[in-house]
């Protein structure tokens, strides 16, 4: 029997939603439409993306960390549980809601400006 992760889902241009993916790498993928990326959020929580959405040209969609990042394509939060995902909590699914409400207009060179490594020396 399939088990199915409670998400958020954000897509370019619309308010986000609450679904359920199939917890299996295929159904993850599709989901995002590629390879997947996990980008922790800090509170227990998840966002999974295109791992190559920027350098496939995907339009931008949220920004991130204090708008220090920028997300390009369809991505969605989940619950992290070591090294599972989890459905996401009542609370949880409130804050993401909020949290990705507004759509954002991100041009393309803003996206294309957000590739590439940084290095900080010490």
């Known amino acids: ?14 308010a986000p939603y609450v679904t359920e993916i199939e917890d ?5 993928q ?7 990326e ?4 800090g509170d227990g929580t998840l966002i999974v993306c ?9 339009e931008g969609n949220r920004r991130i960390h204090d708008g220090m990042s ?10 992290e549980d070591g090294e599972d995902f989890r459905s996401l909590t009542e609370s949880e699914v409130t804050r993401y809601m909020d949290r990705f409400k507004n759509p ?3 041009s393309q060179d803003e996206v294309e400006s ?8 010490m």
């Open 50 to 58: 295109n791992e190559e959405g920027k350098l496939e040209g995907l």
């Open 38 to 41: 996990v980008v922790g959020n």
């Open 30 to 36: 599709r989901a995002v439409g590629g390879y997947i």
């Open 70 to 79: 920028i997300i390009a394509g369809t991505f969605f939060v989940v619950g």
């Open 1 to 14: 029997m399939a088990e199915y992760l409670k998400v958020v889902m954000v897509e370019p241009h619309k």
């Open 114 to 121: 957000d590739m590439g490594i940084t290095f900080y020396s």
């Open 24 to 28: 299996e790498l295929s159904a993850l």
């Open 104 to 106: 954002e207009d991100i």
